[in-house]
């Protein structure tokens, strides 16, 4: 069954430097979340979108921005990189109905330098 | 969305059965019960999912108290793979962000 793909899956940046993640949901799937996990923390919540629409915003940075496109296709771009924005960055899709499931992507790995 | 409260980390030996406690005082009535798991550097992967009473896949059980403050993820005779976070949650399952308690981290010894 078609999962969740991410891409990169590792990036190295330095600081100041932009990055730009992308996230393709399972077919059908109308809702894309993105979650920040640090190293030996638990995931955060940063946002997410359904049909293409903003949906929800967690604790994600100005630096920070997200968009859904007409593929149903997420995008994550991260400007001005800071050391502390290395992590995992989730990417999940879910049909956005209550009761169903998220299903996560492997994960992006960005280290900033 | 209701806080959860589960044991930071767990140990068992191989064969055994496991539960996992969590505790939801303030689940509201339309709140799903879903549990994950994540082993290092990937990402959580569903578990399973329960309303009420008991719910049984081919990976777990979980069992669900009439007042629904609490649940219990059963995992029958564990292996080393086994080894992994696993985080209860509360809410409306797909149609909201997860917010993320401590999870346990269970680590199974030969």
């Known amino acids: 069954a078609a999962g969740v793909i991410q891409s990169p899956r590792h990036l190295i940046k330095e600081k100041r430097e932009t990055a730009t993640l992308k996230c393709y949901p399972i077919p059908r799937h109308d809702t894309v979340y993105w979650y920040q996990q640090g190293p030996g923390q638990d995931p955060q919540f940063l946002i997410s979108f359904y049909e293409k629409m903003q949906s929800d915003k967690g604790s994600i940075p100005d630096r920070f921005s997200a968009q859904q496109f007409s593929d149903y296709h997420s995008e994550l771009n991260m400007s001005s990189l800071e050391l502390g924005d290395s992590a995992l960055y989730f990417c999940?899709?879910?049909?956005?109905?209550?009761?169903?499931?998220?299903?996560f992507g492997p994960g992006t790995r960005l280290t900033v330098l | 969305l209701a806080k959860t409260t589960q044991p930071i980390s767990m140990d068992s030996y191989e064969g055994q059965e496991v539960n996992i406690t969590c505790s939801h005082n303030n689940i509201a009535t339309n709140d799903y019960i879903t549990w994950y798991q994540q082993f290092p550097s990937q990402g959580p992967r569903f578990i399973i999912q329960?309303?009420?009473t008991k719910v049984t896949n081919e990976v777990a059980s979980l069992f669900i108290p009439a007042d629904r403050k609490s649940s219990t993820l059963s995992l029958p005779r564990v292996s080393l793979s086994d080894t992994a976070v696993y985080y209860c949650l509360v809410g409306d399952g797909g149609a909201s962000k997860i917010i993320f308690g401590s999870g346990t981290r269970l680590s199974i010894r030969p």
């Open positions: 329960g309303y009420k």
């Open positions: 999940a899709s879910s049909l956005g109905e209550s009761g169903s499931e998220q299903f």
